[in-house]
């Protein structure tokens, strides 16, 4: 059976990373990713979910200097994010968290940034195969060698290899990585439990619009949010600005909900009084787009879809499942990171830059042997970033439209100019609604300090 170092599933920014400071420090290396066809890449690549924004501070957290970054990686210089509620607005310029990247942020050409990764990768030494999937891996606990547990993978084309660390980024579907950690759980109690409860799965759902050039400058220079729009946690539309006059007009909602369930339908601008099921994702945009720009355009013909985009004629379809994550089985020699850890922040489904920085830990410290440490580096690396997402996640859960007009007042009143956690973390008296949001926000952040955010700790595996 053929042996290596390290293997990886899954050829995101996690896996290629992994791969790439992997085989950077001397590990044989070998990454499988299933492959992915898409319109913007002339070959299978990996799953390039394209909705790619990159806030400042991302940058470093993805431990890179911005200047290395191609060129023709990066769609649009951005500014400030504007986000609107049913009746009030917010717009922030700054993240207000030290970054060494000169702007607000960026849109970038996901399927060009994993290409490059995937470069730098094959450049350090790792292998990569595209087109393999991995359909099953299985972890000899007792095995004779003398850096202890070893994996055999099962891959699609029928062949098995041996693993001496095993680095699972098979992404926030997790097909790999639920079974190959339910390998040292407690019977009944599947790791899908915490990392795919039916309540954190969603469906994002986008459309690559061509714009009227005058239109398009309204937000060239910004990501715009709509909360409160449309029912459900962590439920709302945006537009993120790509290349030309082309951007990208998406959402995400609940699967499963159902317009029953929604407490007071009349209060979300997106819904009709004669709807009787929830919309379809394209309906919803198209009724953001009416509601937005309707009065002045039409807009079937003047904003129509780019039909050469994407994955299916113009528009992607995605399940999601963010939740908050969970620590790897170290001691079985395997680590899990980016999204099939549960990085990806269930707030604003964010994720591409602690997917680097996660799988360039996990590479770097399976090719040195020190993958025990990985629990407590991916903390250290990225704790702060999680900690925060955790708390915003938990806060706005039960919002409702009014609740968002209420938290963009009040931030608005804050003239929020450049603090730590910009959005909240000012100690400003700007009234009650204010004082409230702020108590809020530090006492979850308080309940989840110190590694608190992770909702599968490393002592619960057995092995
Ligand atoms: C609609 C949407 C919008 C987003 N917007 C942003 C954003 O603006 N900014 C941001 O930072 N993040 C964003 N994210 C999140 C970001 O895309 C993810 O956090 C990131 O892709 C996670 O990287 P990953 O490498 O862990 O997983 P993925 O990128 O999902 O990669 C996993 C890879 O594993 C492969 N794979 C799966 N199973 C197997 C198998 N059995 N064998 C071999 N290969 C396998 C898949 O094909 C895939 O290529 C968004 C996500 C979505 C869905």
Redesign the pocket.
């Known amino acids: 059976m053929e042996r290596v170092d390290v293997a990886i599933?899954?050829?995101?920014?996690?896996?290629?990373?992994a791969a790439e400071r992997a085989a950077s420090h001397g590990a044989e290396t070998v990454l499988?990713?299933?492959?992915?066809p898409r319109e913007d890449r002339d070959a299978l690549?990996?799953?390039?979910?394209?909705?790619?924004?990159?806030l400042d501070y991302?940058i470093d957290i993805m431990d890179f200097d911005y200047r290395e970054i191609p060129d023709d990686v990066i769609h649009r210089e951005l500014e400030a994010t504007e986000f609107i509620g049913p009746s009030s607005a917010l717009e922030l310029t700054t993240t207000g968290i030290d970054a060494s990247y000169p702007k607000f942020g960026y849109?970038f050409h996901?399927t060009r940034m994993?290409d490059w990764l995937h470069e730098r990768a094959t450049d350090a030494g790792a292998e990569i195969r595209i087109g393999?999937?991995?359909?099953d891996l299985e972890t000899n606990l007792r095995a004779s060698s003398p850096k202890g547990p070893t994996h055999t993978l099962t891959l699609?084309s029928g062949d098995q290899l041996e693993a001496q660390y095993v680095v699972l980024?098979?992404?926030?579907?997790r097909?790999?990585t639920i079974d190959a950690l339910d390998q040292f759980t407690p019977p009944g109690r599947s790791i899908s439990n915490h990392l795919s409860p039916p309540e954190a799965n969603h469906i994002?759902?986008?459309e690559y619009r061509e714009f009227p050039p005058e239109l398009f400058e309204e937000f060239d220079d910004r990501l715009k949010f709509w909360w409160g729009y449309i029912p459900g946690e962590t439920a709302y539309p945006w537009v993120?600005p790509n290349d030309g006059t082309v951007a990208r007009v998406?959402l995400?909602m609940p699967i499963g909900m159902r317009l029953e369930d929604v407490d007071n339908p009349s209060s979300y601008v997106l819904l009709e009084p004669d709807d009787e099921t929830l919309p379809s994702g394209s309906e919803y945009i198209t009724r953001l787009l009416e509601r937005e720009y309707g009065d002045e355009y039409d807009v079937e013909t003047d904003i129509p879809i780019a039909e050469d985009r994407g994955k299916s004629k113009g528009t992607?379809t995605?399940p999601?499942s963010s939740t908050r994550p969970i620590d790897s089985p170290v001691g079985a020699n395997i680590a899990v990171?980016?999204?099939?850890?549960g990085?990806?922040s269930a707030f604003?489904?964010?994720?591409?830059?602690?997917?680097v920085r996660?799988?360039k830990i996990a590479g770097r410290l399976a090719a040195t042997d020190s993958l025990e440490h990985y629990n407590e580096l991916w903390k250290r690396a990225i704790g702060d970033e999680i900690l925060r997402n955790v708390a915003f996640a938990d806060i706005v859960e039960d919002y409702e439209p009014d609740d968002w007009d209420r938290a963009f007042d009040v931030v608005t009143d804050m003239q929020a100019d450049g603090a730590d956690d910009v959005l909240l973390s000012k100690r400003y008296s700007a009234g009650l609604d204010a004082m409230k949001i702020l108590a809020g926000y530090k006492k979850r952040k308080y309940r989840y300090r110190n590694g608190n955010y992770v909702q599968f700790v490393e002592d619960q595996y057995l092995y």
Request: aromatic share 10%.
């Open positions: 599933v899954g050829g995101g920014p996690a896996g290629t990373s499988f990713e299933q492959g992915v690549g990996p799953d390039s979910t394209d909705a790619a924004g990159i991302w849109t996901r994993d393999t999937s991995v359909t699609s980024a098979d992404g926030p579907q097909r790999v994002a759902y986008q993120f998406g995400t992607e995605y999601i990171a980016g999204g099939a850890m990085a990806t604003h489904e964010g994720g591409y830059h602690v997917a996660t799988g």
